[in-house]
């Protein structure tokens, strides 16, 4: 079976490629009659992609969260599921493409980075574990969504703003649409964290008896969930909209991502299993 994870490890970034340039194609083109290939096109993959995380919990043993780059790819199949039925359900077209390209990039670092652990600590394969970790990626999924919807509001709105009306203009959906899109993925996102964090919060004094509140995963985790929480209610109570709900939701994701590089490469954190 491990030949099987090795081979599905090369062609899932191959595949998802295809399936970006398939969503390429149509943003240029723009033909109606490709609106449901492409769907295929993702849809097959992420069948794929599921076939591969399903074998290689099997195989080892464990849910792929030992390292970053076994968590990178869950992220990028929760990205592109979590897209899938939001253009299943909202039927816009035009965006598929900026989103799906930050799954091929997650996965693509994991592909090539990933390694086979078939020993592992036994916090590993705690239930309380798998449900924070399924809560948490699909958290990120979210903000990273919004961040992507928010950086496509900031870039039509530029357009608009010196009256250049190009490609993105004709093909994306108007600002309107791209700020409700991004704060909806926004209030995904931060109730799946609040999820997590409950969870994490619960199971971490029995995991990890001499953990630290400080520790650094856990406080750049709060100032994004913070984050996410303050604008929520400020765009909730109509004194936030627009560029600045936009921007929070970019911040978030940036902080988010910054929160992971430090934790697992530059600093030391119970978040570090290997």
Wanted: with cysteine.
């Amino acid at each position: 079976m491990q030949n099987t994870i090795h081979y599905s490890n090369i062609i899932l970034p191959f595949l998802y490629l295809l399936t970006v340039g398939v969503y390429l194609y149509d943003f240029i083109k723009g033909e109606k009659k490709l609106a449901h290939s492409k769907r295929l096109f993702l849809f097959l993959t992420l069948i794929f992609h599921t076939f591969y995380i399903i074998i290689r919990t099997i195989e080892f043993d464990h849910p792929p969260i030992t390292n970053v780059f076994e968590i990178f790819t869950i992220l990028a199949c929760a990205i592109g599921f979590s897209y899938f039925i939001l253009e299943l359900v909202t039927d816009i077209r035009g965006t598929g493409f900026f989103i799906i390209v930050i799954a091929l990039l997650f996965q693509v670092l994991s592909s090539i980075f990933i390694r086979d652990l078939t020993e592992v600590k036994d916090v590993l394969r705690s239930n309380l574990l798998g449900v924070h970790v399924f809560h948490a990626l699909l958290g990120y999924a979210g903000i990273t969504i919004s961040a992507v919807y928010g950086f496509l509001y900031l870039t039509l709105y530029k357009e608009i703003k010196t009256n250049k009306f190009g490609l993105i203009f004709d093909r994306l959906p108007n600002l309107e649409i791209l700020e409700r899109l991004s704060f909806s993925s926004a209030v995904i996102g931060f109730i799946a964290l609040s999820i997590a964090t409950t969870i994490g919060l619960i199971w971490l004094p029995q995991a990890f008896p001499d953990f630290s509140y400080t520790d650094p995963k856990l406080i750049v985790t709060f100032i994004v969930w913070l984050m996410y929480g303050v604008g929520i209610i400020l765009k909730t109570t109509g004194q936030w909209r627009g560029k600045k709900v936009v921007v929070l939701s970019i911040a978030g994701f940036l902080l988010a991502i910054f929160s992971t590089i430090v934790t697992n490469f530059i600093s030391r954190s119970f978040h570090s299993f290997y």
